[in-house]
């Protein structure tokens, strides 16, 4: 079991948990426990209970729709702005969708029944976490509208800047095969969107890493795609 300590600064890396009332922060407090969160760890299993939910430290989550055929395309990311699980903060208890680690880092894990509990004992509590909710089924209705309208140069400037916010780096631990599985496509039209962005000098790609030099750029090469979850998430959360 964490320390008091520890679970008070782990409340000051994910944001979500940082936005808490300090009571309502109580009764989560003494059931959160540190996860560390290695590539592909499952965090979530298809048509399978929930037993867990992750409050992101460090590192990104990616929610992945997955077919009766095992194709998979991602749905969502979730970092340190938020948590796993929202099945569970909807009062359900399982999701047909596969919540995976696509970069490596931390999280604050709590078991669903705490959570449950938590949410039964605080309105306020269940109310911020809705919020969330709402905020997680935004981004990915602009993943659906991105990935049906967008270009994929413009899809993958909204991806590394939507995986930027969450890991706070420079660096991206990124590989072409995870790329193309994120946004749809076959891996040679990432090859050659990431040839695009660097040729504009916005990135830096290495062997399985983006370096973001252009942070603006990127942006003005997302447009549209990128920003209005963002700005919902600031005006809900803050």
């Known amino acids: ?18 936005a808490l009332s300090p009571s309502d922060f109580a009764l989560l407090q003494p059931h959160l426990e540190p ?8 965090i979530e299993r298809p048509n399978r209970r929930i037993e867990t939910i992750c409050f992101m430290e460090t590192g990104i989550a990616s929610v992945v729709a997955v077919q009766s055929d095992e194709t998979e395309v991602e749905v969502g990311l979730i970092g340190c702005e938020g948590m796993t699980g929202t ?10 969708h596969s919540t995976y680690v696509q970069v490596s880092g931390e999280a604050q894990r ?51 800047l939507m995986a930027q916010d969450r890991t706070r780096s420079e660096t991206l631990a990124l590989t072409h095969e995870f790329l193309a599985l994120m946004l749809g496509v076959r891996r ?51």
């Open 110 to 160: 709590i078991a669903a029944d705490e959570l449950r509990k938590a949410m039964d004992a605080s309105a306020s509590l269940r109310n911020l976490l809705l919020k969330f909710v709402h905020v997680f089924m935004v981004q990915t209705a602009h993943t659906a509208i991105a990935n049906a309208r967008c270009h994929i140069d413009q899809r993958l400037a909204r991806w590394i």
């Open 35 to 42: 996860m560390a969160l290695p590539v592909k760890r499952d």
């Open 87 to 96: 099945a569970v903060v909807l009062s359900g208890d399982q999701s047909p």
């Open 188 to 238: 040679a039209g990432v090859t050659e969107a990431l040839q695009n962005l660097n040729r504009q000098k916005l990135i830096d790609n290495g062997r399985n890493q983006i370096i973001v030099l252009n942070r603006k750029g990127i942006e003005r090469m997302a447009g549209k795609a990128y920003g209005t979850p963002e700005r919902e998430y600031r005006r809900l959360i803050g």
């Open 1 to 18: 079991m964490a320390t008091v300590s520890a679970r008070s600064s782990a409340r000051l890396r994910n944001r979500l948990l940082a």
